[in-house]
Nanobody
Framework: VQLQASGGGLVQAGGSLRLSCTAS????????MHWFRQAPGREREPVAC????????IYADSMKGRFTISRDDAKNSVYLQMDSLKPEDTAVYYC????????????????WGQGTLVTVSS
């Protein structure tokens, strides 16, 4: 099982980035998929989750209206469109599967891979 995130980089405040995550070793069809992030010296922070049915994606409060999670199971991939980026969004972003299977739950992450670094300059 592998999850590979990509698309990070350096962007100015107010800019946009689109992150991608491609899974291998399993099919994403029946998995809820998460994005979470971790900034240096800080704890892991949930960003967004999308269920296998793509109903009602869930966002952390600080990301609502700025970030959009989507998925393409034909490509075994999940995406995170990030707009209106702020310096406090600087972190390594990871994608992960939900321990709860097809639904976004609070049960934690089952698998996650290497993240991609997003740096937002002021």
């Amino acid at each position: 099982v592998q999850l590979q995130a990509s698309g990070g980089g350096l962007v100015q405040a107010g800019g946009s980035l689109r992150l991608s995550c491609t899974a291998s070793g399993f099919a994403t069809d029946y998995k809820a998929m998460h994005w979470f992030r971790q900034a240096p010296g800080r704890e892991r922070e949930p960003v967004a989750c999308i269920s296998s049915s793509i109903v009602n994606p869930i966002y952390a409060d600080s990301m609502k209206g700025r970030f959009t999670i989507s998925r393409d199971d034909a490509k075994n991939s999940v995406y995170l469109q990030m707009d209106s980026l702020k310096p406090e969004d600087t972190a390594v972003y990871y994608c992960a599967t939900d321990k709860g299977g097809p639904w976004c739950t609070m049960n934690g992450y089952e698998y996650w891979g290497q993240g991609t670094l997003v740096t937002v300059s002021s």
